[in-house]
Each structure stands twice: as structure tokens, then as C-alpha cells.
Nanobody, 123 residues
Framework: QVHLVESGGGLVQAGGSLRLSCAAS????????MAWFRQAPGKERESVAT????????YYLASVKGRFTISRDNAKKMVYLQMNSLKPEDTAVYYC????????????????WGQGTQVTVSS
């Protein structure tokens, strides 16, 4: 079992930066692949970035590549999403998710979810 709690969302102007954090509980956190998803109003939940259990393999949605960076600290049971050069189209609720399987990009592949944190980018 893994319990996930996101933080770090907020309101930022276009071009600004935010760092999202995801705190995990559970003894086997390092065994889980992790991901950040986002969901904007009226849109489907999409995978923004994923990271393997070891941190040596990552994936990024094409529209965020070069602007967002996912990382993890297994000792602290934390996952981060550094978001730079934010755009209004990045506005969404961002969710942290964990899976015992490989870090896929489909939401049904993930076993555990946080409650989400709102990111709003103004133009």
C-alpha cells in the first residue's frame, strides 16, 4: 500500500516556474514506478511524466519535454515535478500516481493516486 500526497500547486504567470512534490508513505516506495498526470476541465487525464523505480528511466509528454523534469528521492519517499516556462495550456489538476508495474502512460496502469494539486497559469 502506498499513500500519496501532492503539494506545490498554485497560480503563476506564463513563463514562470513551479515545483510539485509528492510525499509517499509505505515501506516499499522504492519498488514503485511513479508518474505525474494532469487533467484539465473537459479533458481526459494524461500522463505528463513517468520515472522508473530506480530513477534511471524517464518519459515526458511531447508538449512538456524540455520544460518539465521528473525526479525522485527514494530515501525521502518523494517524487518531484519541476515545471519551467509554464504556459496557460499547462493549467490543470496534477496528480501523482504509483504502479508496481513498469512506468506506462495510461492511467489504468497505476494502482495508487494522490488527491491532486491545482496548477493555474495565467496569460
Amino acid at each position: 500500500q502506498v499513500h500519496l500526497v501532492e503539494s506545490g500547486g498554485g497560480l503563476v504567470q506564463a513563463g514562470g516556474s513551479l515545483r510539485l512534490s509528492c510525499a509517499a508513505s509505505g515501506r516499499t516506495f522504492s519498488s514503485y514506478a511513479m508518474a505525474w498526470f494532469r487533467q484539465a476541465p473537459g479533458k481526459e487525464r494524461e500522463s505528463v511524466a513517468t520515472i522508473s523505480w530506480s530513477g534511471d528511466s524517464t518519459y515526458y509528454l511531447a508538449s512538456v519535454k524540455g520544460r518539465f523534469t521528473i525526479s525522485r528521492d527514494n530515501a525521502k519517499k518523494m517524487v518531484y515535478l519541476q515545471m519551467n516556462s509554464l504556459k496557460p495550456e499547462d493549467t490543470a489538476v496534477y496528480y501523482c500516481a504509483a504502479t508496481v508495474g513498469p512506468p506506462g502512460v495510461a492511467a489504468p496502469e497505476y494502482d495508487y493516486w494522490g488527491q491532486g494539486t491545482q496548477v493555474t497559469v495565467s496569460s
